[in-house]
């Protein structure tokens, strides 16, 4: 499955997320947990409640913050220490939410990914 919208994902976004654009692009992962730089966890269809991720992540405290900046500006949504809460949209619709110190030990980011489909109201009554 390939990102929603691609035309809308410019390259300074796609560089942040690198390490986890394979997850972003997997059919069946809903949410993407990452709590430091390197401890990745995704939950999703099939997954019975989270499961760690082995492999990406990325190289250090320093680079994920930059990750961190670079979509913060992509979104257009400051996110400083007096405003450490970042809450918005990624192009494809995705929500992402980051929290760095000191509102938490350490800087962490959650992607929620939505279905491809619409719910309906004929799918819902099914």
Same mark, same amino acid.
């Not at 972003?24 to 269809?45: P, Q």
């Not at 990406?56 to 979509?71: E, K, N, S, Y």
């Not at 257009?76 to 949209?89: M, S």
């Given at each position: 499955?390939?990102?929603?919208?691609?035309?809308?994902?410019?390259?300074?976004?796609?560089?942040?997320?690198?390490?986890?654009?394979?997850?972003?692009?997997?059919?069946?992962?809903?949410?993407?947990?990452?709590?430091?730089?390197?401890?990745?966890? +995704?939950?999703?269809?099939?997954?019975?409640?989270? *499961?760690?991720?082995?492999? @990406?992540?990325?190289?250090?405290?320093?680079?994920?913050?930059?990750?961190?900046?670079?979509?913060?500006?992509? +979104?257009?949504?400051? +996110?400083?220490?007096?405003? @450490?809460?970042?809450?918005?949209?990624? @192009?494809?619709?995705?929500?992402?939410? +980051?929290?760095?110190?000191?509102?938490?030990?350490?800087?962490?980011?959650?992607?929620?990914?939505? @279905? *491809?489909?619409?719910?309906?109201?004929?799918?819902?009554?099914?």
């Amino acid at each position: 499955m390939a990102l929603r919208n691609p035309e809308r994902w410019d390259s300074a976004l796609l560089s942040a997320l690198h390490p986890v654009r394979d997850l972003l692009e997997g059919e069946r992962v809903t949410e993407i947990e990452v709590n430091g730089f390197d401890d990745v966890w +995704i939950k999703g269809e099939g997954i019975r409640g989270h *499961q760690r991720v082995e492999g @990406p992540g990325w190289a250090d405290l320093q680079d994920f913050t930059t990750a961190c900046t670079r979509i913060s500006d992509v +979104i257009q949504r400051r +996110i400083n220490q007096e405003r @450490p809460v970042l809450n918005g949209r990624l @192009p494809g619709g995705e929500r992402v939410n +980051i929290i760095i110190p000191p509102a938490c030990e350490k800087a962490s980011m959650t992607i929620r990914k939505f @279905p *491809q489909d619409t719910m309906t109201m004929e799918r819902l009554l099914e």
